[in-house]
């Protein structure tokens, strides 16, 4: 009688514990990421009971996938702040393009607006990568910074905007460009050569046997943004 | 039928001799020179394009510490214009295609070289020596359309040019990546060296239309008079505000902007 207690008590222990493994993961499981690829559809939206039954009126619901946000987002707010100000070789000759009227300065404010929001939407906890899913918990203050960064990138630009400063407008744009690079030489996986991979954030990814690639350590000193800026010029 | 067949060959058989006859007759009458040049470019330095690559960590790690920049305008210190097509316009007798491919690679996640020349008739091998996947895509009138994927370390991509045009060639993966092939339905082209050279060899002699074009310069023509055995100099001069066709005989792939960004991540 005492050796069926504990067989009982062995069975109740593990099914319990898979149920909380089960919840831990959610809809943006290990699983989830490694079968969908392209990683096409969102996380499913709360079609059948209102919204706030499951996620509560102030928790943040991410549903695209980290690399929609940068190809729909991401890019065209940071393409119109990096073209707002250009120079090019025409037929006619070397010309300096800078925003000139309200409306060319108000796509501008447009885009740096954009380009500084869009990184709190990649900090919002579960955000998951098509590649590797979610950052794990070790690497999030990380993320955040380089999030951080671009933000604030970002906001200079749109600093700059609002004053009409196109000089200022161009030096944030290449403080946005190495904060873009330095995130992905960190967090952007590829999902078919290990060694491209060699010393990022793996999360959910994994090398292939006899790899001699490894992920990055928790905790590893990143490169200052300036130093990296100054270092590309 | 057989007779049918007869009569037909041997139709087939005279055309080939009465084609052949006119060929050696017109080689004969005149013979063949060499034209031979430089390019210049005179005007404030030109500015080429900055390239974001950050999007492709692939190609963002070959520029490490690097700003890269658009292959546009490639001048020498001394004006030396490269990357410039020279070709002669007109018809020519029929002379054989060869059968070397014309070679446009995928280094360093940009096209190389950025100019070529071909015939049609001829084949466009496109390589891809780079550590990602590229596209390969042509929009055209005239019949070279392709639209293709290359995978790292796969098989060169190869297409018979079919009708002459200067051809754009992009790399949806890759936005900033171009590259020109100009076909002709001669062999009387060439495209400049980093200094500036050019060589057409084996031109017929007579008054000839020289061409030379630049994809932001547009064109410019002189004319030249080509003499048995010699060598006859042409150069051209490209500089801001000059007069030159508009740089648009290039059919160009028109893609919308959300679309041009949507491919870029893919992971």
């Not at chain 2, 950025?114 to 055209?140: C, F, K, M, W, Y």
């Not at chain 2, 003499?227 to 030159?244: H, M, N």
Request: hydrophobic share 40%; aromatic share 6%; with cysteine.
């Amino acid at each position: 009688m005492r050796k069926f207690h504990w067989i009982f008590l062995a069975t109740l222990a593990l099914l319990l514990g898979g149920i909380v493994a089960s919840a831990q993961q959610g809809p943006g499981s290990t699983a989830d990421t490694e079968s969908q690829p392209p990683c096409a559809l969102p996380n499913p939206p709360a079609s059948n009971t209102p919204a706030t039954d499951t996620t509560g009126p102030t928790t943040m619901a991410p549903k695209g996938y980290v690399k929609d946000l940068m190809n729909y987002m991401m890019m065209p707010s940071a393409s119109g702040v990096w073209n707002a100000v250009a120079t090019v070789t025409d037929q006619t000759g070397v010309h300096e393009f800078r925003p000139k009227t309200d409306d060319d300065w108000n796509k501008v404010i447009g885009a740096a607006t954009e380009l500084s929001e869009v990184p709190n939407l990649l900090m919002v906890a579960g955000r998951r990568r098509c590649v590797g899913g979610a950052i794990p918990e070790a690497f999030a203050t990380d993320w955040r910074r380089k999030a951080r960064e671009v933000s604030e990138a970002a906001t200079i630009a749109l600093i700059a905007a609002k004053k009409h400063d196109a000089d200022k407008l161009a030096e944030a744009g290449e403080r946005i460009d190495v904060a873009c690079d330095e995130c992905h030489e960190k967090y952007q996986l590829l999902d078919d050569d290990p060694d491209d991979n060699n010393g990022k954030v793996w999360g959910t990814w994994k090398a292939k046997a006899g790899s001699k690639a490894k992920p990055a350590v928790p905790g590893a000193a990143a490169a200052p943004a300036a130093a990296a800026a100054a270092k590309k010029g | 039928m057989k007779q049918a067949l007869f009569s037909l060959t041997a139709a087939a058989a005279a055309t080939l001799v009465a084609l052949g006859a006119t060929s050696a007759a017109l080689a004969g009458q005149g013979g063949t020179g060499t034209i031979v040049g430089h390019v210049r470019y005179m005007g404030p330095t030109p500015v080429n394009p900055i390239i974001r690559m950050g999007a492709d960590p692939r190609c963002n790690k070959l520029y490490v510490g690097k700003r890269p920049t658009s292959p546009t305008f490639v001048v020498g210190a001394d004006g030396a214009m490269a990357n410039v097509l020279v070709n002669l316009d007109g018809s020519f007798p029929a002379t054989p295609v060869s059968n070397m491919p014309v070679v446009l690679d995928q280094k360093d996640c940009q096209y190389a070289p950025r100019v070529v020349a071909a015939r049609i008739g001829q084949t466009l091998e496109v390589r891809n020596d780079d550590p990602t996947e590229h596209n390969v895509h042509a929009s055209s009138m005239v019949g070279n359309d392709f639209n293709t994927t290359q995978p790292i370390k796969s098989m060169p991509f190869e297409f018979k040019l079919k009708g002459g045009e200067i051809l754009r060639v992009r790399c949806d993966n890759h936005t900033w990546m171009t590259a020109f092939v100009g076909i002709f339905e001669h062999p009387y082209f060439s495209v400049s060296g980093t200094d500036g050279a050019f060589t057409i060899a084996n031109v017929p002699v007579g008054k000839q239309t020289v061409k030379a074009w630049h994809e932001v310069m547009g064109t410019q023509m002189q004319m030249v008079d080509v003499q048995a055995g010699k060598t006859t100099t042409v150069d051209f001069t490209f500089a801001p505000g000059q007069k030159s066709a508009a740089a648009t005989p290039v059919r160009d792939v028109v893609i919308p902007d959300g679309a041009m960004v949507a491919s870029i991540f893919t992971h």
